[in-house]
Nanobody, 112 residues
C-alpha cells in the first residue's frame, strides 16, 4: 500500500507561481513512475506531468515550459513547480503513484 498526501495549493494571481508537494509513504520503493494529474470543474482528470525513479520526465503540452516536476527518492517526495500560471490552470491537482494510488488532491485557483 502507498499513501499520498498533497500540499501547497491555494489562490494565486495570473502570472504567479505556486509549488506543490506530494509526500509518499508505504511501499514506495516499488513505485517507478509518479506524477501529477489535475481535474478542472466539469472536465475529466488529465495528465500534468510524470517522473520515473531515474528522473525521466513527461509533460502535457499545455504546461510545457511553465511547470517542472521533480522527485526526491530519499525523502519519498514529488514536487511540481508551477510558473506563469493561467486561469485555465485552475483545478484540483492530484498526486499519483503507479497505477492504483492517488492522493486526495489540492486545489489550485488562478484568479485576479
Amino acid at each position: 500500500q502507498v499513501q499520498l498526501v498533497e500540499s501547497g495549493g491555494g489562490l494565486v494571481q495570473p502570472g504567479g507561481s505556486l509549488s506543490l508537494s506530494c509526500a509518499a509513504s508505504g511501499t514506495v520503493f516499488r513505485i517507478n513512475r509518479m506524477g501529477w494529474y489535475r481535474q478542472a470543474p466539469g472536465k475529466e482528470r488529465e495528465l500534468v506531468a510524470t517522473i520515473t525513479s531515474g528522473g525521466s520526465t513527461n509533460y502535457a503540452d499545455s504546461i510545457k515550459g511553465r511547470f517542472t516536476i521533480s522527485r526526491d527518492n530519499a525523502k519519498n517526495r514529488v514536487y511540481l513547480q508551477m510558473n506563469s500560471l493561467k486561469p485555465e490552470d485552475t483545478a484540483v491537482y492530484y498526486c499519483n503513484a503507479g497505477i492504483n494510488y492517488w492522493g486526495k488532491g489540492t486545489l489550485v485557483t488562478v484568479s485576479s
